[in-house]
C-alpha cells in the first residue's frame, strides 16, 4: 500500500507537539483483522503519524471495501 | 434462509419459464431464440437451435401442425408468428453445413424398435446417440412410415428420403420388411417373449397392433396398459408409443389425430425411458415439462402494438430472407420482467429474481472468502413494488431484509453500509433530540404527535406549526409529543438487537404518557408502528388534516397541476392517500395522477437505506421517478421531497402548501445538510421545551462549543463524504487539549485526528484571533492506524 503515498507531497508538516519535522517510517494500519505496513511521515518522538488525504480517500477505502466484501 | 425456502422463494419467480409456444410445442423448440436469431438475420443460430429439438428438420418444418401458434401471445395483436414458414427459412438460408450428429461410444446393450415411423425414428435417433444399439424393425419395404402417406408437394420425397438417411448414418441397423408375427419362433410362445430375450429393451410404435400382443396387459377399454410419464408396459423392458396407446382391441378408433409433431415427442420421451432403464436408474424421477405444457410465464403485452404478419402462410409458403426477417421481428420475446421493469435497482444488476434469490443464498453460504453480493442484497429500497407488480408476489424487499438480518447475525455485515443512518438514529434517540412530554400541566395524554426524526431535521418549523394545529383542533383532547426515531434505519439495515432495543425505549416513554394514540406525520414511522405495535392506535397527521382542517379554503387557485407523489410505505394505505387527496382538493389544489402512483408508487431511495448503501442506483431511481412528470411534484414524506429537489426537480412538501407562505417559491428549496439535520432538530426539541414547558435543554459539552468557520465548498466536501461538523469539533477540541497535531510550515495549517468511534477523522484547520477555527478539509478512513503509530 506504501507505494500509493507520495510522501514528498507532505514534506512541509511537523510535529506541533515535539516541534520536529515527520520522518518517513513504517506504520500498521488493520481493517476488519487484516494488517498493511505502509510507509508514512511520522514524529521520530512522538509516534504521531500523518495519513494524507490521498491515502485515506483512494487505495485505503479501496482495500476497505474489498475487506468488507463489498 | 434454508435451501427449502430459498427454492420456494426462487420458484415463484416465472421468468425462467418457457414462452407460450416452447410449453405448447410437445418437444419444446427455442422457438423464442429462432426468432430472435432470424430477426438479426442470423440464420446459423436459428437452425442450430431448431436442430437442438428436432432430429429430422426439413420433414418436420414442412408437415408440423404448429400447436404453438394456438398459444402465441402475437395471436390476437395482429396474429400468430409463422412460425413453421420461420423454421422452413432458416434451414434454407443458413450460411454453413451442420456437423454430422454426435453419438456416444457404442455401449454394450441394445435396444429393439419395432416401427420406422416419426416415433420410432426419433426413438432411434435419440438412443444411437448415447451410444444405445438400436435394431429396427418395419413391416414395410421402408422407413419412414406414416410420413409416405402426406401430400408430396408438401414433402416432397427426396427431401423425405434425405432427411431420413441419418438413421442409416449412425449405424443403426433396419430390417425391412419384417412384420410382426403372433408367434415367437426359436422356440418362444410370442415374438415378444423372444425379443424381450434377445434385446436388453423394446419399443413398439408400430401402429394399432396392440392385439398382437397377447403377453401385454390392457386396461377395461381394451387398450395397452402403459405408465403415462414413462411409457412402460406390464413387461419391464417394453415400452409403447403411438398408435399402439391410441388404438383400442375393443374399438375402432377411425377418427385418430395424426400429429408429426407428437409422435416425435412420444419416441423422443420413451427414449428417456429407455436410457434410464438401459442405465438402471429411476424411471420417473425429474420428468417434468416433457410433452405438451402450460406455462406460468407472464408476459404484459398492454403496450405491444398489434401488427399483421407481411405475409400469411401455409406449409408450402417459403419466404425470402427479408421476409423472414421481418416476420421474426414481430415475435414478442416474451418474457416477464415486471418487477425489473419497473425498479432501477432489479434493472442495474441486469437480471431477474430468480437469480438473484440464488446468488443471495450463496453470498450467505460463503464462510471463508469474498462476498460479492453484499452491496446487492444493501442496495434493496424494501419499498414492496416488485411484490405489488409481480404476478406471484414475490416480494424482492422481504428477501433482501431477511438477508440483511443474517448478515448482521453471521457477523458478516460490512461496517460501512449502514453505519451513518445509524449513527444518525443514535442522535435522534439521544438527548439532543429524543422528547417525551404530556401537554403542559398535565400528566398524561390521550393523543401524542410523532412528527418523525427526517421531518423535524428538513422541516422543524412545520412541525411546530403541526402541532400547533392538533392542539387547536383537538382543544378537549391533551395532545403531547414524543420526538424520536421510529427505528426504521435499524429495521432496514437488518440490526434486529438495536431496533428491539430502540422499540423497548419507546414503550418504556409511551406508556408513561397514558397509551395515547399516536399521530404520525412520517409514513415510514406509520409503518414501524403499524407493524411492531398492533396494540397501539395510530392514525397519520394527513387524517387529522383531512377531518379537522379548514374544509373549504382555496388557499391557493391559479397554480399549475402538481404531479402527486404518494411515498412508497403508504403504498397499501389508501386512507391516507385518500386524506391527502382531499385535503389538496378543498384546498383548490389540481393535481396530476403519476402513471405509477398509489400501490404501484415507487420508492425515491431513502427506503432501505439504499441512498446510503449505493448512491450510483439511488441516483438512476430518483431520476427514473422525477422524469415521469415535467410538472412540479407534490409529495407528503420529507426525504421525498428532499431527494428529487437535490436532483434538480422543482418538488413541493404538503406541508409548503398548508403552513408555507402563499408568496413564497419553496419548490427548489434545498433540503438541510447532514450538520444541519442534526442541529436543526436539537434546535426544535429547545425551542419546544423552552416555548412550550419553559424548560431548558441539557448542558452541551465542551467540544459543542467551537466555533467553526467552512467556506461553501468545504461544507459540500463534507457532506458528500458524511462528515458531520460535530465530527470535526472532536477533532479539534481533542487536539486542541492534547497537543497531537501537526504543523504545516508553509501554510501555516495545523492537522489533527481522532477516532470517536469506528471512523477516524482528519481535520485540517487555522485556529483564528476570535478563537474560531477555519476549516480547510476534512476526510476520514475506516482502517485503523497501528504499531508504529500514537493511535
Known amino acids: ?70 | 434462509m434454508n435451501q427449502k425456502e430459498l427454492r420456494e422463494q426462487e420458484n415463484r419467480c416465472i421468468q425462467e419459464q418457457a414462452p407460450a409456444c416452447s410449453a405448447a410445442c410437445p418437444v419444446h423448440v427455442d422457438v423464442r431464440g429462432m426468432t430472435a436469431a432470424i430477426a438479426k438475420g442470423n440464420f446459423d443460430d436459428a437452425q442450430e437451435l431448431y436442430r437442438k429439438s428436432i432430429p429430422f428438420p426439413q420433414i418436420i418444418s414442412r408437415i408440423c401442425d404448429q400447436p404453438c401458434q394456438k398459444t402465441c401471445l402475437r395471436k390476437d395483436l395482429g396474429g400468430a408468428i409463422e412460425i413453421a414458414a420461420l423454421e422452413r427459412a432458416c434451414l434454407d438460408f443458413a450460411g454453413r453445413d451442420f456437423p454430422a450428429v454426435k453419438q456416444l461410444a457404442r455401449k454394450s446393450k441394445t435396444v429393439a424398435i419395432v416401427g420406422a415411423g416419426i416415433s420410432g425414428l426419433t426413438a432411434a435417433y435419440d438412443l444411437a446417440r448415447k451410444g444405445w444399439g438400436v435394431v429396427l424393425f418395419e413391416a414395410s419395404g421402408q422407413i419412414g412410415g406414416g410420413l409416405w402417406q402426406t401430400a408430396p408437394d408438401l414433402l416432397p420425397r427426396d427431401v423425405l428420403i434425405d432427411d431420413l438417411k441419418i438413421i442409416e448414418q449412425m449405424g443403426i441397423e433396419i430390417h425391412l420388411n419384417s412384420p410382426i408375427g403372433r408367434t415367437g419362433g426359436n422356440g418362444h410362445g410370442t415374438l415378444l417373449a423372444r425379443m424381450s430375450h434377445e434385446f436388453s429393451a423394446i419399443y413398439l410404435c408400430a401402429g394399432p397392433v396392440a392385439s398382437d400382443f397377447h403377453d401385454l396387459k390392457l386396461d377395461g377399454n381394451g387398450y395397452v396398459t402403459i405408465d403415462p410419464v414413462t411409457f412402460q408396459t406390464s413387461i419391464e423392458n417394453v415400452f409403447a408409443g403411438g398408435d399402439i396407446l391410441r388404438f383400442s382391441t375393443f374399438a375402432n378408433n377411425e377418427n385418430l389425430h395424426h400429429s408429426a409433431i407428437l409422435s416425435l415427442s412420444e419416441g423422443r420421451r420413451a427414449a428417456i425411458s429407455i436410457d434410464r432403464y438401459l442405465q438402471t436408474v429411476s424411471l420417473s424421477a425429474s420428468r417434468f415439462f416433457e410433452g405438451q405444457y402450460t406455462t406460468t410465464l407472464f408476459t404484459n403485452t398492454k403496450k405491444i402494438t398489434p401488427q399483421p404478419p407481411r405475409l400469411q402462410t401455409d406449409l408450402s409458403t417459403c419466404y425470402r430472407p427479408d421476409e423472414a426477417v421481418a416476420e421474426a421481428d414481430r415475435c414478442i420475446q416474451c418474457e416477464c420482467m415486471e418487477c425489473v421493469h419497473v425498479c432501477a435497482y432489479l434493472e442495474h444488476y441486469q437480471a431477474y429474481p430468480k437469480r438473484y434469490i440464488r446468488e443471495i443464498y450463496n453470498n450467505l453460504s460463503i464462510v471463508m472468502g469474498t462476498r460479492h453480493s453484499n452491496q446487492f442484497i444493501n442496495t434493496c429500497a424494501l419499498c414492496g413494488l416488485c411484490a405489488e407488480v409481480c404476478p406471484t408476489n414475490l416480494d424482492m424487499g422481504q428477501i433482501c431484509k431477511g438477508a440483511r438480518i443474517e448478515m448482521v447475525k453471521q457477523q458478516r455485515m460490512p461496517a460501512s453500509a449502514h453505519d451513518f443512518a445509524l449513527r444518525d438514529m443514535a442522535f435522534s434517540n439521544g438527548e439532543k433530540f429524543s422528547l417525551t412530554k404530556n401537554p403542559p400541566g398535565t400528566n398524561v395524554s390521550t393523543y401524542v404527535f410523532f412528527p418523525g426524526c427526517q421531518l423535524s431535521a428538513s422541516y422543524p418549523h412545520y412541525v411546530e406549526k403541526a402541532y400547533s394545529f392538533l392542539k387547536e383542533s383537538l382543544p378537549e383532547e391533551k395532545v403531547g409529543l414524543m420526538l424520536r426515531c421510529c427505528g426504521a434505519p435499524a429495521d432496514w439495515a437488518g440490526q434486529e438487537a438495536l431496533f428491539a432495543e430502540s422499540n423497548q425505549q419507546f414503550l418504556t416513554e409511551y406508556e408513561k404518557m397514558g397509551n395515547p394514540k399516536l399521530i404520525l406525520a412520517c409514513s415510514s414511522c406509520y409503518q414501524i408502528y403499524k407493524k411492531h405495535f398492533p396494540q397501539i392506535e395510530i392514525t397519520s397527521f394527513w387524517e387529522i388534516y383531512d377531518q379537522f382542517g379548514p374544509q373549504t379554503e382555496r388557499r391557493i387557485t391559479e397554480t399549475p397541476p402538481l404531479a402527486l407523489h404518494d411515498p412508497c410505505s403508504t403504498r397499501y394505505e389508501s386512507k391516507i392517500q385518500d386524506s391527502v387527496r382531499n385535503i389538496l382538493r378543498k384546498n383548490g389544489i389540481e393535481i396530476e395522477e403519476l402513471p405509477l402512483n398509489r400501490e404501484k408508487t415507487e420508492c425515491c431511495s431513502y427506503g432501505g437505506l439504499m441512498w446510503l448503501a449505493n448512491k450510483q442506483v439511488a441516483e438512476k431511481m430518483i431520476q427514473g421517478r422525477v422524469n415521469q412528470s415535467q410538472s412540479d411534484y407534490l409529495t407528503y414524506c420529507a426525504m421525498c421531497r428532499d431527494f428529487f429537489s437535490k436532483n434538480g426537480k422543482r418538488s413541493l412538501h404538503l406541508f409548503d402548501l398548508l403552513f408555507g407562505k402563499l408568496e413564497t417559491d419553496y419548490a427548489l428549496t434545498i433540503a438541510p445538510d447532514f450538520s444541519r439535520r442534526h442541529e436543526n432538530r436539537a434546535r426544535l426539541k429547545e425551542k419546544f421545551l423552552k416555548e412550550q414547558w419553559s424548560e431548558s435543554m441539557p448542558e452541551t459539552q465542551d467540544f459543542e462549543k467551537i466555533h467553526l468557520i467552512l467556506t461553501d465548498s468545504v461544507k459540500s466536501q463534507i457532506e458528500n463524504r458524511f462528515i458531520l461538523e460535530e465530527d470535526i469539533q472532536k477533532v479539534i477540541a481533542n487536539a486542541e487539549k492534547s497537543g497531537k497535531r501537526m504543523f504545516n510550515q508553509t501554510t501555516n495549517h495545523y492537522l489533527a485526528y481522532f477516532k470517536p468511534a469506528s471512523v477516524t477523522y482528519w481535520v485540517e484547520y487555522s485556529p483564528q484571533e476570535n478563537g474560531a477555527f477555519e476549516i480547510h478539509k476534512a476526510y476520514s478512513h475506516r482502517m485503523e492506524i497501528g504499531r508504529g503509530a500514537v493511535k
Open chain 1, 1 to 70: 500500500m506504501s507505494d500509493y503515498v507520495d510522501l514528498s507531497k507532505e514534506k512541509n508538516w511537523m510535529c506541533a507537539n515535539c516541534n520536529v519535522p515527520l520522518v518517513s517510517g513504517k506504520v500498521d494500519i488493520s481493517y476488519l483483522g487484516n494488517s498493511f505496513q505502509v510507509n508514512l511521515l511520522k514524529c521520530p518522538i512522538c509516534n504521531l503519524v500523518l495519513v494524507p488525504e490521498d491515502l485515506a480517500l483512494g487505495k485505503m477505502a479501496e482495500v476497505e471495501k474489498s475487506l468488507e466484501d463489498k
